[in-house]
């Protein structure tokens, strides 16, 4: 890795490590009624998520060593239910989903990208017990958050056909976005397992070949 490519890194990962630490603070202020939380989380949320979308350019461009097309899928989930669903539904913003995936996605972005952070100037260490434990708990938390959202957005974009296009027209297309909705929940049944393992396994293989290192350099 170059050494601009490096410090392009640190300042993006430092800044998105702050920015998710700043979301979780207004998050918390608001801790009292939960119905109040996203007016003051929108914009910096809305900002801090979209910027991750500069992960899959990362990825492709080779600066950082991931999967395409998996860091896809994760940034455009996360995208897609700040776009896709908290921005043009209400009802979903005031549900009890907002503060549990408020609360899963800040710790786990903070944890995330302040260990990559971390791991440019050699201490990735110290944080890399929380990076591969507290998914644990997280990940279900916010998955759940997730899904509350999606429910309570169905009947608004049900009734108001929003981002629907109906038959006839000149395309001969049609589209539902309240059944794309609901085949995006189902999609979780198979995908969430999966990943959650995959999340386990990745845990084995770090902090496990930690304990291992630590074992054979004690003996």
Avoid at 33 to 57: G, H, N, S
Avoid at 80 to 104: D, H
Wanted: hydrophobic content about 55%.
């Amino acid at each position: 890795m170059g050494a601009i490519s490096k410090a392009y890194l640190m300042l993006y990962n430092l800044a998105l490590t702050v920015g998710w630490a700043y979301v979780l603070w207004l998050t918390f202020e608001k801790r009292d009624d939960y119905k109040k939380i996203y007016p003051v989380v929108r914009i910096p949320l809305q900002i801090f998520q979209t910027a991750a979308v500069m992960e899959i350019l990362h990825a492709a461009i080779g600066i950082v060593k991931s999967n395409v097309i998996l860091t896809t899928f994760q940034v455009f989930s996360r995208v897609f239910m700040v776009w896709g669903v908290l921005e043009i539904s209400p009802p979903s913003t005031v549900s009890i989903g907002v503060p549990l995936l408020l609360f899963a996605w800040c710790v786990t972005e903070i944890i995330r990208y302040g260990y990559y952070f971390l791991n440019l100037v050699g201490l990735a260490q110290l944080i890399v017990w929380f990076r591969y434990t507290l998914f644990i708990i997280l990940y279900p938390i916010g998955v759940s958050g997730e899904l509350i959202c999606v429910y309570h957005s169905l009947a608004l974009v049900r009734d108001k056909r929003i981002w629907s296009y109906s038959m006839p027209n000149m395309f001969n297309f049609a589209f539902d976005y309240h059944y794309a909705l609901i085949g995006i929940v189902l999609m979780y049944i198979p995908i969430f397992p999966k990943l959650y393992l995959h999340m386990f396994a990745q845990r084995r293989k770090i902090l496990g070949g930690e304990s291992a290192a630590k074992k054979a350099k004690a003996q």
